[in-house]
């Protein structure tokens, strides 16, 4: 292989790194979103599940 | 396809040799960066027109992949000038230097980006300086012509029929359609990544 046959080469094969080194840091990204979202969804679960608290007595009937 | 072409099919230039194939991930690359700084800026346009503060995020995306497509840029003209002029940068050629100047500016969004608290004012902010960049684009661009002491090829000009044959030509349309459909499809995942992590901030402040 010549030398203008390894640069250009060189030059290709840096694009698909970076486009490649992208994709894996979006697809951590991905996963990171996927778990946050897990995360909510237990959280919001949780609340739904949870006793509603019980209501203030009204203060007219504490007063008569 | 444009790889396979490039590689395969286009013959060599009558000076640059084989070293030409370099033009079609290298030029393609820079005017799709070009396209994303001025998408960004047309972003920050309607954002100061209608105040409206989604279009913040998509600017901020397109000056985000037009910074990445910037790097590729340079690193690709600099390969080339590597196996054409036997050093990998120069300073005395204009069209580099105004590139590097407005890779550095577009650098510089994320510094002021990320040194004012979220809101409006942060995104009035960073919709001026995207518009202010996008002055460069042209400049950049024209710099090549207007250069004196010219080593870097200038390919379309008034001859581009004699420049380039047909099959260098198509090969050339291929390879910016496909970045450009590449930077495209980038630009959209990033930019539902960044909502869905903004909507997700909000929905984590409301349960909380």
């Given at each position: 292989?010549?030398?203008?046959e390894?640069?250009?080469?060189?030059a290709y094969?840096?694009?698909?790194a970076?486009?490649?080194?992208?994709?894996v840091?979006?697809?951590?990204?991905?996963?990171r979103?996927e778990?946050?979202?897990?995360?909510l969804?237990e959280?919001?679960r949780r609340?739904?599940?949870?006793?509603?608290p019980?209501?203030?007595?009204?203060?007219?009937?504490?007063a008569? | 396809m444009g790889?396979?072409?490039?590689?395969y099919?286009?013959?060599?230039?009558?000076?640059?040799g084989?070293?030409?194939r370099?033009?079609?991930?290298?030029?393609?690359?820079?005017?799709t960066?070009?396209?994303?700084?001025?998408?960004?800026?047309?972003?920050?346009?309607r954002?100061?027109?209608?105040?409206?503060?989604?279009y913040d995020?998509?600017?901020?995306?397109?000056?985000?992949?037009?910074v990445?497509?910037?790097?590729?840029?340079?690193?690709?003209g600099?390969?080339?000038?590597?196996?054409s002029?036997?050093?990998?940068w120069?300073?005395s050629e204009?069209?580099?230097v105004?590139f590097?100047?407005?890779?550095l500016?577009?650098s510089?969004?994320?510094?002021?980006r990320?040194?004012?608290?979220p809101?409006p004012r942060?995104?009035r902010m960073s919709?001026?300086?995207?518009?202010?960049?996008?002055?460069l684009i042209?400049?950049?661009f024209?710099?090549?012509?207007?250069?004196?002491?010219?080593i870097?090829?200038?390919v379309?000009?008034?001859?581009?029929g004699?420049?380039l044959?047909?099959?260098?030509?198509?090969?050339?349309v291929?390879c910016?359609?496909?970045?450009?459909?590449?930077a495209g499809?980038?630009?959209?995942?990033?930019?539902?990544?960044k909502?869905?992590d903004?909507?997700?901030?909000?929905l984590?402040?409301?349960?909380?």
């Open positions: 292989m010549s030398s203008a390894t640069y250009v080469t060189a094969l840096v694009v698909l970076v486009v490649l080194a992208y994709l840091i979006y697809a951590f990204k991905l996963s979103l778990r946050e979202v897990g995360e969804a959280l919001a609340k739904r599940e949870a006793p509603e019980e209501p203030e007595p009204d203060r007219e009937e504490v008569g | 790889i396979s072409l490039a590689f099919w286009v013959p060599d230039a009558p000076i640059e084989f070293r030409q370099i033009f079609y991930i290298h030029v393609p690359i820079a005017l960066a070009y396209a994303c700084f001025f998408w960004a800026a047309w972003k920050a346009l954002l100061l027109w209608t105040r409206d503060e989604r995020l998509e600017s901020y995306t397109a000056v985000h992949m037009g990445i497509f910037g790097i590729l840029t340079l690193v690709t600099s390969i080339w000038a590597r196996t002029w036997g050093v990998w120069t300073w204009r069209q580099l105004l590097l100047v407005l890779f500016f577009y510089a969004y994320f510094m002021l990320f040194s004012v608290e809101g942060r995104a919709a001026v300086y995207a518009l202010f960049g996008v002055v042209p400049v950049s024209l710099a090549i012509r207007l250069a004196e002491g010219l870097h090829p200038v379309f000009d008034r001859d581009v004699e420049n044959a047909g099959s260098q030509l198509l090969t050339f291929i910016l359609a496909g970045t450009l459909a590449l499809s980038l630009y959209l995942n990033e930019l539902t990544g909502r869905l903004a909507r997700l901030a909000e984590r402040e409301a349960l909380s």
